[in-house]
């Protein structure tokens, strides 16, 4: 048997698919076969990259060090801290603050007190009278009698000297300022002045009377 040419072989595949036209339809979408191929970084990558080198050994060669690069970064912990505020006049002490920690336990957050035991502040004519002699009851305290609104109260206030200046003359215009008084603030001089005019004096002030000599 002769086997055909390959003119005759092309004819027959042409034969064949013309009389099997879903046959060559279905190779037409047949997806070739996968093939190991190089992908390249795309080119604006690689520009992107090559300036960034570019402008790193730049900007590491024009930046001034003081010192041989060999040395390395030269600051200390000191002088990158950022600079610890100061207490400056300028700075604000908050005196609602103080009386929270300090005084609202016994006098109460309203200024209230507690009736026959702490006085009360709000109205109270030893807060909204004379400055001096109210910065000396934080510097050195009260103990015995003591007249607040016609009602005589015979405790103990302790000092709070270890206080500074500008904190009593903060928590002094606090209760000054609110619930319902509205008296001047007290300033820091003041204090400062009582505390070095009664520096002498080594215990607090023994009930209303001579609290109120201001000795």
């Known amino acids: ?60 060669y024009s930046t001034p060090s003081g010192s041989s690069s060999a040395y390395g970064d030269q600051r200390t912990a000191t002088t990158l801290r950022p600079p610890e505020a100061t207490l400056t006049a300028a700075v604000a002490v908050d005196g609602a603050q103080i009386y929270a920690g300090k005084c609202a336990s016994c006098h109460q957050a309203t200024g209230a007190g507690i009736s026959g035991v702490f006085p009360p502040l709000a109205g109270a004519e030893w807060v909204t009278g004379d400055e001096k002699i109210l910065s000396n009851i934080l510097l050195h305290g009260v103990n015995g009698p003591l007249e607040v609104k016609g009602n005589v109260y015979n405790g103990a206030m302790p000092a709070w000297n270890s206080l500074s200046d500008e904190e009593i003359a903060a928590v002094l215009t606090y209760i000054r300022r609110n619930w319902g008084n509205q008296a001047p603030a007290v300033t820091a001089a003041t204090v400062k002045v009582q505390r070095e005019a009664t520096q002498g004096r080594t215990g607090p002030y023994q009930g209303g009377t001579e609290l109120a000599a201001g000795n």
């Not at 070739?32 to 402008?55: C, K, N, T």
């Open 1 to 60: 048997m002769i086997a055909p040419r390959g003119g005759d072989r092309k004819q027959d595949n042409r034969s064949s698919e013309a009389h099997h036209p879903r046959a060559s339809a279905q190779r037409s979408r047949e997806n070739a076969d996968p093939s190991e191929r190089v992908h390249p970084l795309p080119w604006f990558l690689i520009m992107f990259i090559g300036a960034m080198g570019m402008w790193g050994g730049f900007y590491i």
